[in-house]
């Protein structure tokens, strides 16, 4: 008997460096599979806290949503360890040679490739803009999908730095993941997981907000529609 399918997380703690600046993270592991294979996306910090999610499993992939150093920093370890390739969007190679100038990822991921791991599976949705190679994974058997940085419980991810696009991201989130039912469970790459309905309402409460406070300006001051 190979078990359900299941999704297990880990919390791992570690460091996010980029444009000159270090900050302490914990990271979300995300592990789909059954009691015999599975699939790891994402692979932050320590190699000990995904091979405890692990276990005895045999490892399909390790599939990365983007590559910010705190997704991707032990995917080569990783890799040795459970002989398994390495998924990454092309893309981020800007962001991947930051932190792996020795070492490739083994495979390309592209908008609509369909991934299998127990039975079971995930379709890749280039969502560009918290990174130019970001991904999100679709599992519609499990109603759920994992964003990585793209969306989080509360809002969009963080833009304000090299290789990010705030716009770009909004119009992502707008086309591959808005498209999804309301129902279908957020897990995110960072914090507690949310649903695309309830991420849906805030994004149209932020922007009726953003709206009213343009409609407050001063007499004569110019609008922008
Ligand atoms: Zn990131």
């Not at 000159?20 to 692979?43: K, L, P, Q, S, Y």
């Not at 995930?122 to 793209?150: E, K, M, N, W």
């Not at 953003?210 to 300006?217: G, I």
């Amino acid at each position: 008997m190979s078990g359900q399918v299941r999704v297990d997380r880990a919390v791992t703690s570690g460091t996010f460096s980029l444009d000159g600046e270090t900050f302490e993270v914990e990271n979300n592991i995300w592990v789909v599979g059954d009691d015999v294979e599975c699939m790891v996306i994402d692979a932050p910090h320590s190699v000990d806290d995904i091979v405890a999610v692990v276990g005895t499993r045999r490892v399909r992939a390790i599939v990365c949503t983007h590559a910010h150093d705190d997704h991707v920093r032990v995917a080569p370890e990783l890799r040795e360890l459970v002989v398994a390739p390495i998924l990454l969007h092309p893309d981020d190679r800007p962001l991947w040679t930051m932190t792996h100038l020795d070492h490739r990822w083994d495979v390309d991921l592209s908008d609509g490739q369909v991934l299998e791991v127990a039975g079971t599976t995930l379709r890749v949705l280039h969502t560009p803009g918290h990174a130019p190679g970001a991904v999100c994974l679709y599992a519609p058997d499990l109603g759920c999908v994992f964003t990585g940085d793209t969306l989080f419980h509360g809002g969009p991810g963080a833009t304000g730095r090299s290789f990010s696009d705030l716009h770009t991201l909004e119009a992502s989130i707008r086309a591959s993941l808005f498209a999804l039912p309301d129902d279908t469970v957020v897990h995110t790459g960072h914090g507690e997981d949310t649903t695309i309905g309830a991420e849906r309402a805030q994004l149209a409460a932020a922007a009726v907000t953003a709206l009213l406070s343009k409609t407050k300006r001063a007499p004569g001051e110019e609008m922008v529609p």
